[in-house]
């Protein structure tokens, strides 16, 4: 199925990084219930996730690539960036500071946006990963070590199991 050339798409390309595009039903948002559209496992699909800077604080909102089968620890973000609490940015927050879509959003199409970018660590133990290619209904399959190179993500432990 022939797609639209994204704005990660063409970073990508731009940057002769090899990747798949895999699309899969645009209505669905969850990360994990996507997996199993693509037929992969949970911990392959890397949902992106929009952390607002801490109140009062001039830090810049950061987006955190997690697994699709683990949530975001907010303790362990708070840590790393050491302050004392965060919290996710609403869906509306979200789609309004990324000017994209929930369940479209890609950090390889918010480079030079003003966010710190971060990667599970988990990211790093698979051959490849799918992360949203900036828009719903289409991933992007790439190596870690391409999505680190190109957004400059830092790597940590950002996730626990899922609830």
Known sequence: MATNKTL???VLEGKKITYETITYDASERDAEKIAVQLGVPPERVFKTLVVA????????????????NRQLDLKKVAKIINVKKVKMA??????QM????????????LLN???????DELALTQPHIFVSAGERGTQIKLAPADLRKVTGARTADLSSPSE
């Not at 990324?98 to 199409?109: F, K, Y």
């Not at 946006?113 to 990667?119: Q, T, W």
């Open 90 to 95: 609403t869906h509306q927050q979200a789609e």
């Open 113 to 119: 946006k003003g966010f710190v970018i971060y990667l």
């Open 98 to 109: 990324t000017g994209l879509q929930v369940g479209g959003i890609s950090p390889l199409a």
């Open 8 to 10: 990660a798409m063409r």
């Open 53 to 68: 800077p801490p109140d009062g604080s001039r830090s810049k909102p950061m987006l955190a690539v997690v697994p699709a």
